[in-house]
């Protein structure tokens, strides 16, 4: 292999440290070539002022896609931007904004991007961008979020004319205490609503809603702000920020930004030398463990480097890791690569944030709290440590390197997993395949509910209201239940209720458990009460910037997790257990032996254990819990097949249980194919005979009350879905089912039965049985 590119020089000597005899981890590479710019004129409409600050700066024209969705915003029109990573979004919606401000010093405006990280950027590139001009002594740019103090909150509300916030302190903070924003409110011209892909599923429901609210309150002050949208990667822009805002959008989608030459690598870590999983099946070296390794590597060679990581606790494991190495091979370099993740406190994120933008970390490894658009200039190289679950995202991380127009490597490193193991086996389903459409959902009414209530709760609803949210029939069941009043002007909230507190509009249930030190009393961070029962259990290993601590006790009643620093050898993951009773058909298709159907559920879930891992994966030992159990009202995909077909494919009705449950796990694994999610987003059951179908079923449902859209997705792409899973399974070169097959990480059951062999048979006859039905 010809290593030519900067990307692919460096991957070069990383591989050169490979052992002699090693099969190459490196599956697949592609070079993505450079783009040039193209530049237009600069809007006879922008302030003198405003051209002079931008000028400054060393921007001498515009791109093109920053003119159109200027001009359209100044126009008036709500526009979505969507191009690609350090493009210049910001400028797009900081030339109209600042012009107006510039013209009309009462005219206010909100910014709201889904983190505080790169809502605290933006707030300091806007303050740079003024700074030291008179015509914007008055605009007082100001962070509103859950890291601000209560004395600058109200200084904020009182003088600031450009909030920068969240969309959680929206709701709780804003819409809830609108008289107090009343002045705000009444001269609010634009809403920047950044990072648009990221509002998808259950999270993306909320926002909407939230939005919504916002608008109908600023209309209620006699506002009529404009909505620009802005997003790297989204595949219906417009259609995206419509349903956001509930009101039609235009997009800008034609990137004229330069780019530098980028090289993406797939990268499959290799099998470890005797180490044997559940049920003595090969296990691979972890992607954690791998990403440490080439992180460490990168930054010996002087790359500044980010590596993502799918949870929090792999994030802290794989920094830790190239620290290790580090010491081991360059100990200069060794406090210069450290973890960044959700969950930290606010101080502890501040510094890290400012390590990493003034170039005194060379390497971070982070969840995808710095997959958005935070300014960090000049990195050479990200490793994307598991596939994140949607096309859209992989780019977006893919994106954080190069962002100065130069050469840059991406390595995305598969878990052992069947989607990961398919992709980089399967580049083009990766490399060419469209980003996803956003999935949202705010009429689902587990969440237009508490919504309603809100929006009674600050302005009593209208018939008008009603009609925009959609809402007619979850109006009427409120009103049922006594949650909401009539009255001639309109519908109020019963007494007593407090909605807004009641949401948690990241989907998280339960409020959050705080995690504090019981040797030292320190608060180390939270997470929420549904999350915590997988996470800080009793026996949980918990890591916390590179510290190494135990739980030793689950307060749920009193939202408690207290923990001792320790260092075991080993790591922990959940097992949980589940039932599913069906209780609606809403869709279904029926292929002669086989039916496939779109279906509500209840599914009770707990808890029951958790496994001890050593640090090369293989399992020490399994731990029993009593955890409460939860139920849980969502959707589900779900087939059955008749047991006389499974006997006729090959089937026999003693592998019954074991081959239907491989095949849900397989498809689990590999419902990220077809649906913005990944396994932890979504739950599944399999059985060789359910009470509710008398027959061999298997669910795959949503993770979330009503629903998330995830299994719709599945059951109207079944026949994709269910090829790609035969594919990954039949491929995999384990000889009786292994992580990046049929084993899953959260199996209630230990992974028993599985029967690989003859899952790949029921794989196969679903297919013969949906392809004949449509041939």
């Not at 609803?461 to 029939?473: G, K, M, V, Y």
């Not at 995690?515 to 997988?534: F, Q």
């Not at 290993?541 to 749920?556: K, R």
Request: glycine residues 8%.
């Amino acid at each position: 292999m010809e290593l030519r590119t900067y990307g692919t020089e460096l991957l070069g000597r990383t591989l050169a440290g490979e052992a002699a005899d090693a099969d190459s981890p490196l599956t697949h590479l592609a070079v993505i070539p450079t783009r040039t710019a193209q530049f237009g004129e600069w809007p006879e409409w922008i302030d003198a002022e405003v051209h002079a600050a931008i000028t400054e700066q060393g921007i001498a024209a515009p791109w093109l896609h920053q003119v159109a969705a200027a001009e359209l915003a100044h126009a008036g029109q709500h526009v979505s931007l969507c191009t690609g990573t350090a493009s210049g979004k910001s400028l797009a919606y900081q030339l109209p904004i600042l012009t107006r401000f510039a013209h009309d010093p009462h005219a206010t405006a909100l910014y709201l991007s889904p983190t505080k990280a790169l809502g605290t950027d933006q707030l300091r590139a806007v303050a740079q961008l003024i700074a030291g001009r008179p015509a914007f002594a008055h605009l007082q740019p100001c962070m509103y979020d859950g890291d601000t103090d209560r004395e600058l909150r109200q200084w904020a509300r009182l003088h600031s004319r450009w909030i920068f916030t969240n969309p959680d302190m929206l709701h709780i903070g804003i819409n809830s205490t609108h008289a107090k924003w009343r002045q705000f409110l009444a001269k609010l011209t634009y809403i920047v609503v950044d990072e648009c892909h990221h509002y998808r599923g259950v999270f993306g429901s909320h926002t909407a809603l939230v939005l919504q609210r916002l608008l109908r309150l600023a209309r209620h002050y006699g506002a009529d702000p404009v909505v620009i949208g802005a997003s790297a990667t989204v595949s219906n822009p417009a259609e995206a920020l419509s349903r956001l805002i509930g009101e039609p959008a235009v997009a800008v989608t034609e990137d004229t930004s330069p780019h530098g030459e980028r090289t993406v690598a797939l990268w499959e870590p290799g099998f470890l030398d005797g180490g044997l999983g559940e049920n003595e099946a090969p296990v691979r070296r972890p992607a954690a463990a791998e990403a440490a390794r080439l992180l460490a590597d990168f930054v010996i060679e002087g790359a500044r480097t980010l590596c993502f990581v799918r949870s929090r606790r792999g994030t802290e494991i794989t920094a830790l890791r190239a620290q290790q190495l580090l010491t081991e091979a360059a100990p200069e370099l060794a406090t210069r690569v450290a973890a960044y993740r959700a969950g930290y406190l606010a101080d502890d994120r501040r510094q890290l944030e400012r390590s990493l933008a003034e170039g005194t970390l060379l390497g971070v490894a982070t969840t995808n709290a710095l997959e958005l658009g935070i300014d960090i200039s000049g990195l050479d190289a990200v490793i994307v440590a598991g596939y994140p679950g949607t096309v859209a995202s992989f780019w977006q991380q893919a994106g954080r390197a190069g962002r100065r127009g130069e050469g840059s490597l991406v390595v995305l490193v598969a878990r052992d997993d069947p989607l990961d193991t398919y992709l980089v086996h399967h580049p083009a389903a990766l490399l060419d395949r469209s980003v996803e459409a956003t999935v949202t959902d705010p009429t689902n009414p587990h969440i237009l509910g508490p919504h309603l209530l809100c929006a009674a709760m600050e302005s009593p609803l209208t018939p008008a209201d009603i009609e925009l949210f959609n809402a007619q029939d979850v109006v009427a069941q409120l009103t049922n239940d006594g949650l909401l009043r009539r009255r001639k002007a309109g519908w109020y909230p019963a007494p007593g209720i407090d909605p807004h507190a009641d949401i948690d509009i990241r989907g998280g249930m339960g409020g959050q458990v705080l995690i504090v030190d019981a040797t030292t009393s320190r608060l180390l961070g939270t997470v929420d009460t549904a999350r915590a029962k997988r996470s800080v259990h009793p026996g949980a290993v918990y890591l916390h910037q590179g510290e190494s601590f135990v739980v030793d006790e689950l307060d749920l009643h009193d939202s408690l997790a207290l923990i001792h620093p320790e260092e075991p050898d080993w790591t922990t993951s959940p097992r949980e257990d589940s039932e599913v009773e069906i209780l609606r058909t809403l869709h279904s298709q029926s292929y002669g032996a086989l039916t496939v159907a779109f279906v509500e559920v209840r599914v009770t879930e707990q808890v029951i254990g958790y496994l001890r891992k050593a640090r090369s994966g293989e399992i020490l030992d399994s731990v029993a819990l009593d955890m409460p159990e939860e139920v849980l009202e969502t959707k589900a995909v779900m087939y059955t097949v008749d047991p006389d077909a499974l006997v006729s494919a090959g089937v026999p009705p003693e592998a019954f249980p074991g081959a239907l449950h491989a095949s849900e796990h397989a498809a689990i694994g590999m419902l990220g194919l077809v649906a913005t999610c990944d396994r932890w987003d979504i739950g599944g059951l399999s059985t060789n005979l359910h009470p509710g179908t008398s027959l061999p079923t298997v669910f795959v449902y949503d993770g979330y009350p009503g629903g998330a859209g995830f299994a719709e997705r599945g059951y109207d792409a079944f026949r994709i879905w269910m090829q790609a899973t035969h594919d990954a399974v039949a491929s995999c070169t384990c000889p009786a089912g292994c992580p990046s097959c049929v084993q899953s990480p959260k199996c209630g059951n230990g992974n028993e039965p599985l029967d690989k062999t003859h899952a790949i048979k029921v794989l196969a006859l679903l297919l013969r049985l949906v392809s004949g039905a449509l041939s």
